[in-house]
């Protein structure tokens, strides 16, 4: 932990552990799932179900796709554990339930290796144990190799760490197949593309935000024009990347139009935040990219879902 942030929240950590039990109720223990996120997790690995056609009973993608989302909300209340000192100190997430004073550290760090544990094995038992070490592996990677480590060591945090929320795709199809295949190895790929414009585009307008608490986010350490010329260099590489699933036989014309559409939108945007690089405009246009970078790839993976969950897959190569 970063000497800042400490002494700036050093009282706050003291009162939470003399307070006793902690007050906080059921929607505070749902909060530390970071519920946004586990969203996320849920509905990329459905779309990664779907699109492998598998041929299983419904109660058991059910129950897969159930402890993906456990294991998703047990990495983001391990990180909440770990992370009390810094979101203390950070406008965004000084309001979340450790230091708010609403749940003690231990009692989250409790809370989120049990559902780790209880996640990791129930899938293996449900489906099969190559899913539940995909699963386990996701969840270390993102409270140890990402929270613990990079993010507090280098402003690569987000491009290296970004591999735990596009590992979703891959976890459902093993789950629900035995096996990994190209499929979802391009739609982690996609993910894991699209997640560096889109948080440096919030750490262009929250730098200040990680400056106070320490972390060496893009803006922070490189510069802000760094950091807009390699997110204009991310969203390069990613729109004709987000036309992949179509080469590859399973995104069908539907999907082609979105990717194509999508694509062109993040350019745009882009290139904006790339050419403005002072003042209110610049600020307002990188959080225009945030918000829509957040519509692009759920109109990606939603499209997915409706093509291959609803029959309406045509493929655009015959």
Do not use: C
């Not at 402890?67 to 391990?78: F, K």
């Not at 290796?113 to 996640?119: E, Q």
């Not at 197949?177 to 929250?206: E, N, R």
């Amino acid at each position: 932990m970063s000497p800042m942030s400490n002494s700036l929240v050093e009282p706050q950590v003291e009162s939470l552990a003399t307070a006793g039990l902690s007050q906080g109720d059921v929607s505070d223990f749902f909060a530390l799932l970071k519920p946004r996120v586990m969203f996320l997790v849920v509905f990329t690995a459905l779309v990664g179900m779907v699109v492998s056609h598998p041929d299983v009973h419904p109660v058991v993608a059910f129950v897969s796709l159930l402890m993906i989302a456990v294991g998703g909300g047990a990495s983001g209340a391990l990180n909440m554990w770990w992370d009390a000192d810094i979101d203390a100190v950070m406008t965004r997430t000084r309001k979340r339930p450790i230091p708010a004073g609403k749940i003690q550290p231990g009692e989250a760090l409790a809370f989120g290796v049990t559902l780790a544990f209880g996640s990791v094995i129930i899938l293996g038992l449900a489906s099969n144990w190559l899913a539940a070490g995909l699963l386990a592996f996701t969840i270390f990677f993102y409270v140890v190799i990402y929270s613990m480590w990079l993010k507090r060591s280098t402003p690569q945090n987000i491009v290296i760490g970004g591999a735990a929320g596009a590992l979703p795709p891959i976890v459902a199809q093993a789950a629900v197949t035995g096996h990994v295949a190209w499929d979802s190895v391009v739609l982690f790929a996609i993910i894991f593309m699209w997640t560096p414009p889109h948080f440096w585009a919030l750490a262009l307008v929250k730098s200040s935000d990680y400056e106070r608490a320490g972390i060496p986010m893009m803006p922070n350490v490189a510069g802000p024009d760094s950091t807009r010329f390699q997110i204009l260099a991310y969203t390069i590489l990613l729109a004709p990347l987000g036309l992949a699933p179509v080469a590859l036989g399973f995104g069908g014309l539907a999907y082609a139009i979105m990717a194509l559409i999508g694509g062109f939108g993040m350019l745009a945007l882009a290139v904006q935040v790339y050419r403005l690089r002072q003042g209110e405009p610049a600020m307002r246009v990188a959080q225009q990219l945030f918000g829509f970078s957040i519509l692009y790839l759920f109109l990606l993976f939603a499209t997915l879902l409706v093509e291959h969950g609803f029959g309406f897959f045509r493929p655009v190569f015959r």
